[in-house]
């Protein structure tokens, strides 16, 4: 079955796991103290261990059990993404097209139909979780086999990280230095989930006989919860919208926005003859890293779920709330003369329901940075707002209303004063921050705690992002003139 670590079986390293690792250390989630040996998981650490001290070959182990390797990959500590899968130095470019790493169906670790008892509970606990937790429910799973003695995933799992860097693992003073309110909202509402979820597992596994329990009689508790959703949330593939799953070494590819590499999956995830392959998208030079696109997210979501942030991310945005007393703040102080934005009339608040920003069912969350510098719905509504004329309103499809491309839909003198409120909602959003720019940069200079470092370079990130608009936005305004108008 699974190859053990060198020196020790699979059960004995996991005993020694269970009994030394250390409890969590987030002022969030307090672990209770009890007299069993338990899954936990230690606080984030700046170049995390393996949970076995010698973890078995996960290359060997997935070419054993039928998956393909190119013969040029390596698992190795590359310099620029970290630990990965990178083309070896000697082994030459890999061409577009070449299959890097083929898994067959039995491989991949999801979340599966009960075929007994212990699974029939596991699947239970799993529907007490909200689906936007889904890693939870596949963590669950993670955990089931983590327990198992002589897991047939023993050694993908020897080879996850002891622990992660995601921000339910920060000390309480780092979740404080992340500074953003949306973020911390998430953080919050996730480690109140854990104690919470601690104590209906804790009722479930009570009642459950030994023969019964889905982790082999191991003490589950919000630590080794938390280390199952992270080692979920920043490792697992929902392929086609399917199923999400654990995928051994093809998880170990790093994320990029121009990855050189993609992931394929072949058949349906039920079926027999079901296979996930990477597949090389461009030329793959000797010591590359092997990347994949993880998706276009603001570093709120990779810090989350993955515990890094891109630096620079042009994906970074922050969120605000869609508030007629912020806008008229913003646009006192922006000088611009306006009806009250708390008080629409009524051709305003028919288009404003179209935009999704009044009536029932309205999403108020609005944003500013991405790719689109502000958002569609909220720059649609300071134009309507600040218009005078209804008409001229009405001349244009709410796709132009939202367009910051679209050049002065409505005239310079309306999107001057849209634009000039975009700067103070900016400014707005910068005074949320405690601390200034220097500050920050001063911080990263002195080497501190890694989390104390991704908080920093988190909430800095955030501040270059809505200086940025800033700049982009002033540029815009410089270049109206009053003279041209498309209205």
Not at 39 to 64: G, K, M, N, Y
Request: a neutral charge.
């Amino acid at each position: 079955m699974a190859a053990a670590a060198a020196g020790a079986t699979p059960a004995t390293a996991r005993k020694a796991l269970f009994t030394t690792t250390a409890t969590l250390l987030s002022s969030s989630l307090i672990r209770r103290s009890c007299g069993r040996r338990s899954l936990s998981c230690s606080a984030a650490a700046a170049a995390a261990p393996r949970l076995a001290p010698q973890p078995p070959d996960l290359v060997r182990w997935v070419q054993r059990e039928g998956g393909f390797v190119h013969p040029a990959l390596r698992v190795t500590d590359h310099p620029e993404h970290g630990l990965g899968v990178a083309a070896a130095v000697a082994d030459g470019d890999i061409p577009p097209g070449d299959v890097l790493i083929a898994l067959p169906g039995r491989l991949p670790l999801r979340l599966r139909r009960p075929t007994g008892a212990a699974e029939e509970v596991l699947v239970q606990l799993a529907q007490q979780v909200p689906d936007e937790l889904w890693a939870m429910k596949l963590g669950l799973r993670l955990l089931q086999e983590r327990a198992k003695p002589d897991s047939f995933w023993w050694p993908y799992i020897a080879n996850l990280p002891e622990t992660f860097t995601v921000p339910i693992f920060f000390p309480g003073d780092d979740i404080k230095n992340l500074q953003y309110a949306p973020l911390l909202h998430q953080v919050n509402k996730r480690c109140r989930f854990l104690l919470e979820f601690e104590r209906a597992v804790r009722q479930k596994l009570d009642t459950v006989p030994l023969g019964d329990h889905p982790f082999y009689g191991q003490d589950v508790n919000s630590s080794s919860l938390g280390w199952a959703m992270s080692a979920s949330s920043s490792r697992a593939f929902r392929l086609h919208g399917e199923i999400p799953m654990l995928l051994p070494l093809i998880d170990m590819c790093n994320h990029s926005f121009n990855p050189n590499a993609r992931i394929v999956q072949e058949g349906n995830v039920n079926s027999s003859d079901m296979s996930v392959k990477v597949v090389a998208e461009t030329k793959i030079e000797q010591n590359a890293a092997i990347t994949l696109n993880y998706g276009c997210h603001p570093n709120d979501f990779f810090l989350l779920d993955y515990g890094f942030v891109i630096t620079p991310n042009p994906y970074d945005q922050v969120e605000l709330s869609y508030d007629g007393t912020l806008l008229d703040a913003a646009s006192m102080a922006a000088g611009v003369s306006s009806p009250s934005f708390s008080a629409p009339a009524k051709w305003q608040e028919d288009i404003l329901s179209q935009l999704n920003l009044h009536g029932e069912g309205a999403i108020l969350k609005v944003s500013l940075g991405g790719p689109d510098i502000v958002d569609g719905r909220l720059l649609g509504a300071l134009r309507v707002f600040l218009a005078a004329d209804p008409e001229a309103v009405y001349k244009h499809d709410l796709k132009t209303l939202m367009s910051l491309d679209t050049e002065a839909p409505l005239g310079p003198t309306v999107e001057a004063s849209a634009l000039r409120t975009v700067l103070a909602l900016c400014a707005i959003a910068l005074q949320h921050f405690h601390t200034k720019i220097m500050e920050d940069e001063a911080i990263l200079k002195g080497e501190p705690p890694v989390t104390t470092e991704l908080a920093v370079q988190f909430r800095l990130q955030k501040k270059f992002m809505i200086v940025d608009v800033m700049q982009n936005i002033s540029r815009r305004i410089k270049m109206l003139s009053p003279q041209k108008s498309t209205a």
